[in-house]
């Protein structure tokens, strides 16, 4: 839900106008009557409480609701912008009509959005998720993160599959079954690794909306953490390294859901640690001697 900064608040003098994030402000929230000031925004100076105050860019600086809101349509029109200048347009910011934009219209709808979505998550998790939309095209997020978790895990089985202990798994599978070699990967790409990997998905974003509850840390919802993880799953992809490609890909996964989640629900470095980190590692290691 938006929430709009009272249009009567009171301008503060430029050296008022900090980042602070532990001091107490002798004012009210200037949204929240009656409820004290956790910082004043770094650009239009209103007073904000600890639940109206955002992170802006790099969490480098405090802003209230309406001023990040800007900084996000800004950075979408610079997008669609940059987008229009390498397709050959002539074309500038003033040409573009901010009240079509919607935060999230830069998350993929289409197969041609995937290269450019895979680039922006994996090298630039900070500004992605800072213009996600929380709330809406969770579907488009949940294809992309089973397309390309099951990519990864096939990537994996891909060069595995010349390991004895993987072929003896097939052997044992085709005379329990009575099915072929081709059947068996069929089922496995097709609907095995989907399916693990849509649970994955919801496991890790159970966990993780669970922690934000028991740490009692801000939180905008069980589907904005949802889409972070399915995004986070392009990271997979690097299970296709021999030998490696786990523990770069279990790695890449972290930093990036980090970088969502601290972003999107506006934690301090000790509550990612907490929200992410916990989970992963039961996850991962209950994983790890389930499979082992």
């Not at 095209?137 to 004895?164: C, D, E, M, Y």
Request: charged residues 15%; aromatic residues 10%.
């Amino acid at each position: 839900m938006n929430i709009e900064p009272r249009a009567e608040a009171e301008s503060v003098a430029p050296e008022a106008v900090v980042a602070g994030v532990d001091e107490r402000w002798p004012h009210d929230c200037d949204v929240h009557a009656g409820v004290p000031a956790w910082a004043a925004c770094a650009r239009c100076g209103r007073f904000v409480c600890r639940q109206c105050r955002q992170l802006g860019p790099d969490n480098a600086e405090s802003l209230c609701v309406a001023c990040l809101q800007t900084h996000m349509r800004d950075a979408i029109v610079a997008e669609h912008v940059a987008q229009a200048v390498a397709a050959g347009h002539d074309i500038t910011a003033d040409d573009v009509n901010v009240q079509t934009i919607e935060v999230g219209e830069l998350e993929p709808r289409r197969l041609s959005d995937y290269p450019s979505t895979i680039r922006k998550v994996l090298f630039g998790p900070g500004r992605f998720f800072t213009q996600m939309n929380p709330d809406g095209q969770l579907l488009h997020a949940i294809v992309f993160g089973i397309l390309f978790g099951s990519l990864g895990l096939f990537l994996n089985l891909a060069w595995s599959s010349n390991t004895p202990e993987f072929e003896a798994s097939i052997v044992e599978m085709m005379e329990t079954y009575s099915v072929s070699r081709n059947a068996i990967f069929v089922v496995l790409v097709f609907i095995v690794l989907p399916m693990l990997t849509a649970f994955e998905i919801l496991l890790y974003a159970t966990a993780m909306t669970a922690m934000l509850a028991l740490t009692r840390a801000p939180s905008r919802g069980f589907v904005a953490t949802t889409k972070i993880v399915a995004y986070a799953m392009v990271a997979r992809l690097a299970l296709g390294l021999p030998w490696i490609g786990s523990f770069v890909g279990l790695v890449w996964f972290m930093v990036i859901v980090s970088s969502g989640m601290r972003r999107m629900h506006r934690l301090d470095f000790n509550q990612t640690l907490l929200v992410v980190g916990v989970p992963i590692v039961i996850l991962s290691m209950f994983g790890f001697f389930a499979f082992n």
